[in-house]
């Protein structure tokens, strides 16, 4: 009989027992973008057609222990972003908004807010500030702009102080990119002048159309202490477009997707504000920045918001 060596015994028994086994699945990763990505278009009903981009992780600030993903879906010229918050194994996910208990919870949007060269009204080193994205050629955009001028500086001659942002809705409103234009214009000119254009515009919105915008826009200015040709070599050459854009640019980075959108130090307000509601909300406001003096531009506090958080894109509504 034959003799097999020990060694040989022992190989061969471990490998058919380790054939026995049943084979151990790798567990799935959101770190790992291929699996991220089905897992996110089964999740979502993304459709082959919409692209999805996924950032490399990136360890979080707001969130110790986890690494940030930034997810981008696009569907021609829409486009959504998102941040997910994975756990460092990549089993666990999270998305939603991380709040920090010792800092102001709007201190992201208020560090993305730009009012500098932005026309405004009230009282500088106000303890409310309020960020108003507007379209000359909407409707609500006149009541809300109707409610602001009689009712904010008589009832807060010197708490608060109003920003205006150019936030013309092409697709639906043609001619409120030039009035944009126009109004920018009016500012670079004589920056008091601007709210007078304002008030005019919203005044005569029904009877402004695509044709006539410029014309009546350099009748008005006509009839004020303006220098219409310099005003009208502004309009023809689209100087001020750059400007109307980043205030574009500004607003779709905080979600802002309909006018008016108001921002009260960094809180969304979204649609047609009723002046009690209006009150109320900065009421409060004003009596909470009395001891916690964390936003409004006298409050001596750092709102500068950390590289990492900044440099993430903010969150918009899902593609349909």
């Known amino acids: 009989m034959a003799h097999w060596p020990r060694t040989l015994i022992l190989m061969t028994a471990a490998a058919f027992l380790a054939a026995a086994q049943p084979a151990t699945s790798t567990k799935k990763s959101a770190l790992d973008k291929t699996t991220l990505e089905s897992y996110l278009r089964h999740l979502n009903v ?7 981009q996924i950032s490399d992780p990136k360890p979080s600030v707001l969130l110790p222990g986890f690494q940030d993903v930034h997810v981008k879906a696009s569907l021609g010229q829409r486009s959504i972003e998102a941040t997910y918050h994975v756990s460092a194994d990549g089993q666990k996910m999270v998305q939603g908004n991380v709040f920090d208990i010792g800092a102001n919870p709007f201190i992201e949007e208020i560090s993305k807010l730009k009012t500098e060269n932005q026309p405004s009204i009230g009282t500088p080193g106000a303890s409310a500030v309020l960020v108003l994205f507007s379209d000359f ?3 609500y955009c ?13 009832t807060y001659p010197k708490e608060v102080r109003l920003y205006f942002k150019d936030y013309p809705l092409e697709s639906i409103h043609p001619w409120a990119r030039s009035a944009s234009i126009a109004s920018r214009c009016v500012y670079r000119q004589k920056p008091t002048a601007f709210w007078d254009f304002h008030d005019w515009i919203f005044d005569k919105q029904q ?3 695509v044709e006539n915008v ?12 303006l220098d219409t040709l310099q005003l009208g070599q502004c309009i023809d050459t689209r100087a001020t477009e750059a400007e109307v854009n980043q205030n574009i640019a500004e607003g779709r980075a905080l979600g802002v997707n309909s006018t008016p959108t108001l921002f009260l130090n960094g809180r969304k307000l979204t649609g047609k504000q009723e002046w009690p509601n209006l009150k109320r909300l900065i009421d409060l406001e004003l009596e909470y920045q009395k001891t916690a003096k964390n936003a409004g531009e006298d409050c001596g506090c750092d709102l500068a918001l950390p590289n990492a958080i900044a440099a993430a894109p903010a969150s918009t509504a899902p593609i349909n």
């Open 142 to 154: 006149r009541e809300e702009a109707k409610t602001l001028r009689s009712q904010l500086i008589q």
């Open 214 to 225: 410029k014309t009546r826009t350099m009748e008005w200015a006509s009839s004020q202490d």
């Open 46 to 52: 993304w459709s082959p057609e919409i692209q999805v």
């Open 207 to 209: 009877e402004i159309t």
């Open 137 to 139: 050629q909407c409707s």
